[in-house]
Every structure is written in C-alpha cells, then in structure tokens.
C-alpha cells in the first residue's frame, strides 16, 4: 500500500485548503479507515480527523472540529481534509494514513494506522 498526500502549501489565517490522499493497493471495504495527522515543530503527531470507508463514522479533534471536514471517495480510495477558517496555530506538516482493518472505534493515535504518507507542509501565516 502506498499512501500519497497532496494539496498543501500557504494561505493566509482565515483561508481555506483542501489536501487530497490517495492509496493505491489499499481495498475498499467497511473496516479500513483514513486519517489525518499533523506534526508541528517541536510537537508530537497529533490526530486530526478519521473517517471509516463505510462513512459511518468520523471523527475530529477538538481544536479543529466546526472548521475541518473529512470524506472519502466511494469508489477509490481517495480522502480529503477540508480545513477552512484556517488558524496560524493549524501549521504544520500533514499526514495521511490509512488502517487496514480495525474493530470498534476508530483509532485516534498513530499506533492504530498501518500505512503513512510522506506528509504534505501546511503554512498559515497572519
């Protein structure tokens, strides 16, 4: 499986972005799910938001639920973040992962993902 963000880069504070991921080799079923994570300098990974490939769950951290929005393709294995009323704060490098398979609730640390994109930078400035 190889995982491959893409959309980021700069936006002033109060902008707009949507990153793309896409994993080739990963199946589409109910149990894999998507995730974005994001590290800023000198900080640890954090979650920012997961979605299950049934779309029956998602879920956002606190510091960017209202303004951030996951989805998922239907019919490819495609994830976005929209993040909108972006925040100074909110850059960082952004990661995508995927987990092949997981029971219950979706995972919120990066231990429960299985396959990591290279990360794509998102820079807010004021």
Not at 29 to 50: H, I, N, S
Request: glycine share 12%.
């Amino acid at each position: 499986v190889q995982v491959a963000e893409s959309g980021g880069g700069s936006v002033q504070a109060g902008g707009s972005m949507r990153l793309s991921c896409t994993a080739s080799g990963q199946p589409l079923m109910p149990d894999v799910a998507a995730a974005w994570f994001r590290q800023a300098p000198g900080k640890e990974r954090e979650f920012v938001a997961g979605i299950s490939w049934s779309g029956d769950d998602a879920q956002y951290a606190e510091s960017v639920a209202g303004r951030f929005t996951i989805s998922r393709a239907s019919a490819k294995w495609t994830a976005y973040l929209q993040m909108n009323a972006l925040r100074v704060e909110d850059t960082a490098v952004y990661y995508c992962a995927t987990a092949s398979h997981f029971i219950g609730t979706l995972p919120r640390t990066p231990a429960g993902y299985n396959y990591w994109g290279q990360g794509t930078q998102v820079t807010v400035s004021s």
